[in-house]
Antibody
Framework: QVQVQQWGAGLLKPSETLSLTCAVY????????WNWIRQSPGKGLEWIGE???????NYKTSLRSRATISVDTSKSQFSLKLTSVTAADTAVYYC???????????WGQGTTVTVAS | DIQMTQSPSSLSASVGDRVTIACRAG??????LHWYQQKPGKAPKLLIY???NLQGGVPSRFSGSGYGTDFSLTISSLQLEDFATYYC?????????FGQGTKLEIK
């Protein structure tokens, strides 16, 4: 049974850097892409980006300049950094396991990130 | 980026009803379309992958169809636990965009 567990700071000030990490337990780390998705209060799901075991990444177009996803295969972990946050980045952030054919089948528990001065 | 548009945005129905939610892609995505269910305060749950494949453990009253640009999710007989928000997502090309969601409410 594959599980992903995420953690990171939940309260940030404007202009700070959001930093979240997700650990993968069980299953194959190399056969999937590992995603970050967020959901602003009362809004829909927003795909942020992804990474695979070799470090290949893709990002949402509008976040490409501020988002960096990295991977540590030795620990089966991947991370998200989002620079220069504003109130618009306030959201629940999810890490997840993704396959282009099978969809997103494993989700983290979500981390609420609030940006406020 | 491929735009995904769901309709309706909200839907009121009764237990036992048959309901269908539509998802349209801005360009052909062949069958790389997935459906998720989300309940308040919870992470989304995968229901259907690649347009029509039922994820393990998902009740058979859920079904999906479509190809190209037009897709649908059907719930054959609504149960109380099905009242939730539903999202489609394309995985044809990154960024892997979601539809805006369809909120299914009790009539």
């Amino acid at each position: 049974q594959v599980q992903v567990q995420q953690w990171g700071a939940g309260l940030l000030k404007p202009s700070e850097t959001l930093s979240l990490t997700c650990a993968v337990y069980g299953g194959s780390f190399s056969n999937y892409y590992w995603n970050w998705i967020r959901q602003s209060p009362g809004k829909g799901l927003e795909w942020i980006g992804e990474i695979n075991h070799s470090g290949s990444t893709n990002y949402k177009t509008s976040l490409r300049s501020r988002a960096t996803i990295s991977v540590d295969t030795s620990k089966s972990q991947f991370s998200l950094k989002l620079t220069s946050v504003t109130a618009a980045d306030t959201a629940v952030y999810y890490c997840a396991r993704f396959h282009y054919y099978y969809g997103i089948d494993v989700w983290g528990q979500g981390t609420t990130v609030t940006v406020a001065s | 980026d491929i735009q995904m548009t769901q309709s309706p945005s909200s839907l009121s129905a009764s237990v036992g009803d048959r309901v269908t939610i539509a998802c349209r892609a801005g360009q052909s995505i062949t069958n790389y379309l997935h459906w998720y269910q989300q309940k308040p305060g919870k992470a989304p749950k995968l229901l259907i992958y690649t347009a029509s494949n039922l994820q393990g453990g998902v009740p058979s009253r859920f079904s999906g169809s479509g190809y190209g640009t037009d897709f649908s999710l059907t719930i054959s007989s609504l149960q109380l636990e099905d009242f939730a928000t539903y999202y489609c997502q394309q995985s044809f090309s990154p960024p892997y965009t979601f539809g805006q969601g369809t909120k299914l409410e009790i009539k």
